[in-house]
Structure formats: C-alpha cells, structure tokens
C-alpha cells in the first residue's frame, strides 16, 4: 500500500513523538549524575557514532564539497542555532526537577513557530489559533509561577532556558521550512551532532573536565543518544517534507504525556496537580493552533 505525503508526515511525527519522549528520561537520569559538559560530549558523542554507522554514507565528504556558498552557510547558521537551542534545553532539563514539567513548557514553540511562520512564511493567523496561543501561554504561566514575591524568583527556575530554546529552535524549524529543498533529512541531521559535539568537546578541554563517568550514566547517554541526536532530529526532519511546520511542532507537543508516564515509571514523582492542569491546558492550546490551521487550509482549498 502505498501512503500519501500527508500520512508519510504523521508518521514521522509519530516516531520523533516516541523518540523525543525517552530523550527527557535518558538525559535527566545522565544529568543527574554528571555535569551539562561531560553530558553532552558523550550524548552527541555516541550521536555522531549512530548517525555515521547509519547513514551508510549517505553524508559524504564530496556531498558536502557539492553544496554552494548560500547552502553552506545556512548549515553554518542552522549548527550555531542548533547548538544555543539544544544548550538551554538541556539546562532546563537538569535544572528542572520533574521532566515532563520541561515537556510541558516546551509547548511554548508552536506559538513561536506560528508567529514565524506568518512574518517570513507568510501564513494566515486566525481567531481560533490566537485562543490556543492565548491557552498555550496561561498554560505555561501556571505551570512556571511559584507565587514569590520577589521578581527574581517569582517563576520556576528554568523557565529562562525553555524559552531560550524555544524561541531559538522556532527560528531554526523556520529556517529549515523556508529553504526545505536545499536539505536532505541526513546531512541536517548529521550537521547538528557535529557542532554540538565539536562544541561539548571544546569546552571538555576548556573547563578541564574529566572524561570518566559512572557506567550508568554512560548507558544513559549511549541509548537516549540513539533517540535524540538521531532519530528525533532525523524523524522531524523527515516529517517537515510532507507536513507543514506549524502542524508538525503541535502534533508533538503530545509527547508530554509520555514524558508524564515515564518520569513517574522511572522516578517515581509526579508534577503538582497545578503543574498538571497547566500542561493540559498547553496541549489544548496547541490542538486549538492546529485546528486553526486546518480551517485555513480548507478555505484556500
């Protein structure tokens, strides 16, 4: 049987969705026992190790001599982006106790990608997609908002770093949407490992650190390496040739549900019920922008 573009799409959504899921339970359980520097030159370490075994030289030297200027560049950019974004992420991710709490945060990004999306793309914004912006954000403010008087801690620490990454990947998921015909799945996928390894490696020698870590922080990082560096990027990669950006950015975000199941199978704790309500409240958010987004396309259609 042969599936269209759009169900091609879903279920490459499906599989980052799934990925991307046990990525925030590997990483909190490594960063747990080592620092955010020692993390990331064994996590995308052993994500380069996956990506070059297989591609099965897919990404070869020569096709990489083959790209023009304008394409080099954008992968120059794309891997700085990539390596702020993914940085903040994992800062959030240790600094935040409960994982599905960072999950639920991260809803954050469909509202920036529907705001990049109509200033560069050029996409319509309707009424129904502004309430789910609207829910999205009252959704993040419950689950971040601690109640302090003091300004500097009214939030929950980490918060800062999710929209960090939130808005810094928007603009990368923007970027790679708008020039989609200039990346193949692969090489985008290969290119972010190598500057955020390249970059963890660096700093490894510049901070002194120590290149021994405890066993089960290595198994940690050498099996969520396998499902974040690459096959969450490389699924979500896919998943933008069929479906459109904002679509693949809101289907998503329901991995905060199984983030939600595993932190409490693997942690055993669970967020506060306030911590709860705003997360659902995110996810309907982001279903709202999605709805949006259908009802336009079924206008132009």
Request: hydrophobic letters at 50%.
């Amino acid at each position: 049987m042969k599936l269209n573009d759009t169900t091609k799409g879903y279920l490459w959504v499906f599989v980052a969705i799934l990925a991307v899921s046990n990525v925030y339970i590997f990483s909190k359980a490594a960063l747990n026992q080592i620092s955010i520097v020692q993390f990331g030159f064994y996590w995308f370490g052993f994500g380069l190790f996956w990506n070059i075994l297989i591609s099965n030289n897919k990404v070869g030297i020569s096709k990489i001599k083959q790209l023009n200027k304008k394409v080099r560049n954008l992968y120059l950019l794309l891997g700085v982006l990539e390596i702020i974004s993914t940085t903040a992420f994992f800062y959030a991710i240790m600094t935040i106790e409960n994982p599905s709490v960072t999950s639920f945060l991260g809803n954050l990004t469909p509202i920036f990608v529907t705001i990049f999306g109509i200033i560069i793309l050029k996409e319509r914004f309707n009424f129904i997609e502004m309430l789910g912006a609207i829910l999205t954000l009252l959704g993040a403010f419950i689950i971040s908002y601690k109640g302090n008087d003091s300004l500097d801690s009214i939030f929950l620490d980490g918060t800062q770093y999710i929209l960090i990454s939130s808005l810094v990947s928007s603009i990368a998921t923007i970027i790679v949407k708008y020039h989609i015909s200039k990346f193949t799945p692969a090489l985008l996928s290969i290119n972010r490992i190598v500057f955020i390894f390249t970059f963890a490696a660096l700093m490894m020698i510049i901070t002194k650190q120590s290149f021994s870590i405890p066993m089960s922080a290595v198994y940690a990082t050498f099996f969520g390496s396998l499902l974040g560096p690459f096959l969450t990027a490389y699924a979500g990669y896919n998943a933008l040739r069929y479906i459109e950006a904002s679509k693949r950015s809101i289907l998503s975000s329901s991995r905060s549900l199984f983030v939600l199941l595993g932190a409490y199978l693997y942690f055993g704790n669970f967020p506060k019920e306030y911590q709860i309500i705003g997360g659902l409240i995110t996810i309907v958010g982001v279903i709202l922008i999605s709805f949006g987004k259908m009802i336009l396309k079924k206008r132009k259609a």
